[in-house]
């Protein structure tokens, strides 16, 4: 299976093949997509040892350059639920005020809440400038919408606090393999002191003890993003980067 797409940065691009066919073939069929298009060769998100794999099956042909800004952030899935030792104080702490402010539960997120949490994340934007107010905005939301419309179809699982009475945070994603769970999306309005922590704690504990890892994807290169996913203290950062063609 082949995935093309573009971003509004990028140039228009690949990610690596899908399937156990013959690597060798999947790249030349991409190659020749992009010369019948007119379009450089980019496979995009691609990490080292897809590389390693493509330099392998096609050796000395292509280059691997990474980007920070795609680095994925892997958790141990018992950090997040436990929060223990020194480097987590800070977020007990904010889980502690939390519970002393706020009346709240955590619920799954089901059909029945869902239109609480759209109007949540109507809110969350507000509070960002309007859902309009920059295409990565636009394409969010419209990403958010589809989520929470083809919920059960996606195989998604989530998570939401009622706080006050009114749902205030939710978190959802899917697992990605037998031992690592994806987070796709976490929202809570910025004034709910610790709500982010305490998402991100009850969401893991509810959700991710089961699995090793927790894997809360890229920071996009945006700084406060970036303090933030570090302040958690990743067991791994995924290196990613694209592959060009040499010379191109």
Known sequence: MYFRFQTLEEWPGYLFPLGEGNLQHSIEQILQDCEERGDEFFLYA????????IEEAMPGQFVFEKNRD?????????????????????????????ERTYQWEYLPITRDIIPECMELYERWCKGHGGCYSEQSLIEERIATIKAFQYYERLGLIG????????????SYGQPLTKDTFGIHAEKCLADIDGGFTMI?????????????????????????LRQAKMSYHPDILLEKGLIRRKNS
């Open 200 to 224: 991100n704690q009850q969401f893991a504990e509810h959700n991710c003890a089961d699995f090793l890892y927790i894997n809360r994807e890229e920071d996009l290169g945006l700084d406060s």
């Open 159 to 170: 998570g939401a606090l009622r706080i006050n009475g009114e749902i205030l945070a939710y």
């Open 70 to 98: 795609w680095y994925e952030y892997l958790y141990l899935a018992k950090d997040l639920i436990s929060l223990t030792g020194k480097k987590y104080q800070a977020k007990r702490n904010h889980i502690h005020k939390f």
């Open 46 to 53: 691609a990490t080292q040892n897809m590389f390693d794999l």
